[in-house]
T-cell receptor, first 114, second 117 residues
């Protein structure tokens, strides 16, 4: 069984500030981990994923995430927030690297203040 | 990336009626499509896995007679909510996997907000 917890349903940062969105997971098998972003009235878009290998994963739009097995975490970060980063972010876990049959976290709405 | 189109994006229906939601892969063929639902302030939960030409596989607790899934072609899957009730009001979203790839990602539609009144 797998589960994902995203701490903070809403996060607000100032433009140019560090973005940190937290994600913790539980999985009975080695996890494949994903971050998706959803802009208003659009589908989910894959930001990045961890399958195997390097634990620091770089994605699109300057985002990155680090898989920490000891902490069962996969937090998403971006050094400097842009107004265009305002969206809903979902962390997800899967038992395979194709991203099928995902178990999602509750989502975090990121707000960016000018 | 590949495009998945979901229609309608919003629908309001009366209690007791049925609603059909379409999920189309526009520029690729999808042997497998997935249907999720999301209640307010909750996670997306997998409802069922739909394979082209065969019966859908439903997750535990999902009523297959209430949520009818048809995947008749490699580019279209439909979810019909039958005899809808207010508790079925939710956000429904599909994803599709490209048959050509192995280990490739699944692409998501934009979701359908269903409100049953």
């Amino acid at each position: 069984a797998q589960s994902v917890t995203q701490l903070g349903s809403h996060v607000s940062v100032s433009e140019g500030a560090l973005v940190l969105l937290r994600c913790n997971y539980s999985s009975s098998v080695p996890p494949y981990l994903f971050w998706y972003v959803q802009y208003p009235n659009q589908g989910l878009q894959l930001l990045l994923k961890y399958t195997t290998g390097a634990t620091l994963v770089k994605g699109i739009n300057g985002f990155e995430a680090e898989f920490k097995k000891s902490e069962t975490s996969f937090h998403l970060t971006k050094p400097s927030a842009h107004m265009s980063d305002a969206a809903e972010y979902f962390c997800a876990v899967s038992a395979n690297n194709a991203g099928n049959m995902l178990t999602f976290g509750g989502g975090t709405r990121l707000m960016v203040k000018p | 990336g590949a495009v998945v189109s979901q229609h309608p994006s919003r629908v309001i229906c009366k209690s007791g009626t049925s609603v059909k939601i379409e999920c189309r892969s526009l520029d690729f063929q999808a042997t497998t499509m997935f249907w999720y639902r999301q209640f307010p302030k909750q996670s997306l939960m997998l409802m069922a896995t739909s394979n082209e030409g065969s019966k859908a596989t439903y997750e535990q607790g999902v009523e297959k007679d209430k949520f009818l899934i048809n995947h008749a072609s490699l580019t279209l899957s439909t979810l019909t909510v039958t005899s809808a009730h207010p508790e079925d009001s939710s956000f429904y979203i599909c994803s599709a996997r490209d048959r050509q790839g192995s280990g490739t990602e699944a692409f998501f539609g934009q979701g359908t907000r269903l409100t049953v009144v």
